[in-house]
């Protein structure tokens, strides 16, 4: 079964600064990943995909993702981050859409 | 497209009390899943219609959750006999049927057991 990590619990970044963030995934075929962000109290939202074709995806809110089949991973990276980006994010990878696995999440808080 | 709606947004219950919770998925819409989220995780999968059939079920969901869909439109999820463990975010999400569509959520119910 397909698997995510998340390796950093809570990020802290100066607003205007670069952002990245680290998702790793186990899965023996293509993986299916995602990204989605959350704000206190309410659901998920996609910011980005990958299925297939170009390694470097474009998604809401100015983030983009880059898959890397040799190392098993799909960070999320913002060049600049503004206050409003604060909020927990979640990586995730699908085999089939009926059963998709997330990660721990990553919580961002953006220093003024 | 009103997006995923679930209700109630919060509820709050006695231990050993039956809930349930609602959930409208996208119109066009004929995939829905529902997760469970506790503090601190991302959502763990619990089950998952397509149209009005469940065609899967995760160990997580007990004997004491049963979910129905039974017009394949809305979707309601119970938990009887409710547990201090039972305190979660229950959120619930749509897609398209065409495989690898991204779910849309909703923004969840919070129970909470007293």
């Known amino acids: 079964a397909q698997s995510v990590t998340q390796p950093d619990i809570h990020i802290t970044v100066s607003e205007g600064a670069s952002l990245e963030l680290r998702c790793n995934y186990s899965?023996?075929?293509?993986?299916?990943l995602f990204w989605y962000v959350q704000s206190p109290g309410q659901g998920l939202q996609l910011l980005l995909k990958y299925f297939s074709g170009d390694t470097l995806v474009q998604g809401i809110k100015g983030f983009e993702a880059e898959f890397k089949r040799s190392q098993s991973s799909f960070n999320l990276r913002k060049p600049s981050v503004h206050w409003s980006d604060a909020a927990e994010y979640f990586c995730?990878?699908?085999?089939?859409?009926?059963?998709?696995?997330f990660g721990a999440g990553t919580r961002l808080t953006v220093k003024p | 497209d009103t997006g995923v709606s679930q209700n109630p947004r919060h509820k709050i219950t006695k231990r050993g009390q039956n809930v349930t919770f609602r959930c409208d998925p996208i119109?066009?819409?004929?995939?829905l899943y529902w997760y469970r989220q506790t503090l601190g995780q991302g959502p763990e999968f619990l089950t998952y219609?397509?149209?009005?059939?469940?065609?899967?079920k995760s160990r997580l969901l007990s004997d004491r959750f049963s979910a129905e869909r039974p017009k394949g439109s809305f979707s309601t999820l119970e938990i009887q006999r409710t547990e201090q463990g039972d305190s979660a975010m229950y959120l619930c999400?749509?897609?398209?049927?065409?495989?690898?569509?991204?779910?849309?959520f909703g923004d969840g119910t919070r129970l909470s057991i007293l």
């Open positions: 119109s066009e819409h004929n995939r």
């Open positions: 219609f397509q149209n009005e059939a469940q065609l899967e």
């Open positions: 999400a749509s897609s398209l049927e065409v495989n690898n569509q991204p779910q849309h």
């Open positions: 899965y023996g075929a293509t993986p299916y």
């Open positions: 995730a990878v699908g085999a089939r859409n009926n059963d998709m696995r």
